[in-house]
């Protein structure tokens, strides 16, 4: 079983006492990437199980998780975090320095967590410790991703800790792998279309074939110098100068007449396609979309069609059946998939930013508007532009 991570994250590991954690992070992690509770327990009091220097421990382990992320370096937390307010802290130091909040759960069973407590030095502590701590760790799982986790695996038995394989993902911004020849822009000054026109001279092209009106690149700041590789995607250009504002509705509008057939073909898969909640540019989830039976070919498939849309976010949405892979079902979840996002841009990072694309709505979920292009947010919150029947124009915002 593969986890996929960022590079550069703040893993949480969440489960309760007992469950293996500390023995899955030594196995999978640098000794100096782990944050352990029990060991910062141990630093401020000679004791790694003196619960009362507990918030001295985490003073210090934020501190200390503080100063590697700020260094860019992946950092562990290993300790129970089956609370939301244990974790909310967590979250928020990954948002103060631009990294990737990453949820690793394992859920083993009340009785392997009891019975290896009891093989530990002062950790027979009762059976009631781990029942309330696995409660509470059932009762927030789904809404982890809602807490700002965009990855969240999930290990249920102890086959799958031991089968376990992280592997570690480049970031978008990158490119220590590029050797050129490379194009050097500079001084763009908002002048959208001679960028444009230059690009298409130097060869920049999306599938081989014209530039889509919707990824043309909209300056409204002087640039720096950007380094760009010849033959990459005018998305690839926007992606990596991180300065363009995202397509207006009469674009998305013009991208729905002409790609119609390939918007309603996603759909259809998407609804068949049971328990498959997301399909990104190079992530899924679940991470492993074999255990819905969907193939990699069909998430090739997927992929095809939303470069063909110049949507590389690709779809989003889910049903009863992904949250059972999770937990319970979520309120109001069913076996059909509703809202449905196909996102065409992006910017920002995990945990803020905002998007724009198409949404497929049985009835209007959000606020609908007259005019996408006009909405100033000062507030997180989604709008929605009606085009006809169930299909939307969406903006989401989230400070």
Request: glycine fraction near 8%.
């Amino acid at each position: 079983m593969t986890l996929t991570i960022p590079e550069l994250s703040l893993v949480v590991l969440i489960g309760p006492s007992g469950c293996g954690k500390s023995t899955f992070a030594r196995r999978q992690f640098k000794p100096t990437e782990v944050l352990s509770s029990d060991g910062f327990r141990a630093l401020v009091s000679d004791d790694e199980n003196e619960q009362a220097a507990t918030d001295d421990a985490f003073a210090a382990l934020h501190f200390v998780a503080a100063r590697r992320l700020a260094r860019g370096k992946l950092t562990v937390i290993d300790a129970t975090n089956v609370q939301p307010e244990a974790r909310k802290p967590l979250v928020a130091l990954a948002r103060e320095y631009h990294v990737l909040p990453v949820a690793i759960v394992v859920d083993l069973p009340e009785r392997v967590c009891h019975e290896r407590n009891r093989a530990r030095p002062n950790r027979d502590f009762g059976p009631h410790v781990v029942r309330n701590q696995r409660s509470q760790l059932h009762r927030s799982l789904r809404g982890l991703g809602r807490e700002g986790f965009r990855h969240v695996h999930v290990l249920k038995s102890q086959d799958e800790v031991d089968t376990a394989v992280i592997e570690r993902q480049p970031l978008w911004n990158n490119r220590k792998h590029e050797r050129g020849p490379f194009d050097i822009i500079g001084d763009v000054h908002g002048c959208c279309d001679e960028l444009e026109d230059l690009l298409q001279q130097l060869g920049y092209t999306r599938d081989g074939t014209r530039l889509s009106p919707m990824l043309r690149l909209v300056i409204t700041v002087t640039l720096r110098v950007w380094t760009l590789r010849r033959a990459a995607l005018l998305a690839a250009v926007v992606a990596l100068c991180g300065c363009s504002r995202h397509p207006s509705d009469e674009r998305l509008l013009e991208a729905f007449r002409e790609h119609r057939s390939e918007l309603e073909q996603l759909i259809r898969m998407f609804q068949h396609d049971k328990g498959l909640g997301r399909v990104g540019e190079n992530f899924t989830r679940p991470d492993d979309p074999g255990r819905v039976g969907v193939s990699n070919e069909r998430i090739s498939e997927y992929r095809r069609l939303c470069a063909a849309i110049a949507a590389p976010a690709c779809i989003e949405g889910y049903d009863a059946a992904f949250d059972k892979l999770y937990g319970p079902t979520q309120e109001g979840r069913t076996e059909f998939k509703n809202p449905i996002w196909i996102h065409v841009s992006t910017a920002g990072l995990a945990v803020s930013g905002s998007s724009k694309g198409f949404l497929y709505s049985a009835a209007p979920p959000f606020e609908i508007v007259g005019d996408l292009n006009s909405v100033a947010p000062n507030r997180s919150g989604t709008w929605l532009r009606h085009i006809e029947g169930p299909w939307y124009i969406y903006f989401d915002y989230d400070d």
